[in-house]
């Protein structure tokens, strides 16, 4: 069992910055793939960036390319989502996810383990 918890959350101007932290306990991360999803009211769940077991593929939806960035540090067991330029349109719940799977999915049911998420807000 992986548990994930996110905290870096709040609430932030337009064109600010924010990090993101996702800490794992239970087992390392370092053999799965990690995503960072989020979810706007009245949205479905979308991916924001994900990156392969091995950080070697990094995958971003078209929205958030050259904005934000998806990190990890094995030591610490943490992934982390680098927000930057931030727009109104980014306000959402942030979730961390994991998976074992050899890919990084864009499908939220793709991934079993996720944290409890943090609100972002942008304001205008």
């Known amino acids: 069992q992986v548990q994930l918890v996110e905290s870096g959350g709040g609430l932030v101007s337009a064109g600010g910055s924010l990090r993101l932290s996702c800490s794992a306990s239970?087992?390392?991360?370092?053999?799965?793939?990690k995503g960072w999803f989020r979810q706007a009211p009245g949205k479905e769940r979308e991916l924001v960036a994900a990156m392969l077991w091995n950080g070697d593929n990094t995958h971003y939806t078209d929205s958030v390319e050259g904005r934000f960035t998806i990190s990890r540090d094995n030591a610490k067991n943490t992934v982390y989502l680098k927000m930057k330029s931030l727009k109104p349109k980014d306000t959402a719940v942030y979730y961390c996810a994991a998976d074992r799977k050899g890919y990084a999915s864009v499908y939220a049911s793709e991934y079993e383990y996720w944290g409890q998420g943090t609100k972002v807000t942008v304001s205008s």
């Open positions: 239970g087992r390392t991360l370092r053999t799965y793939t």
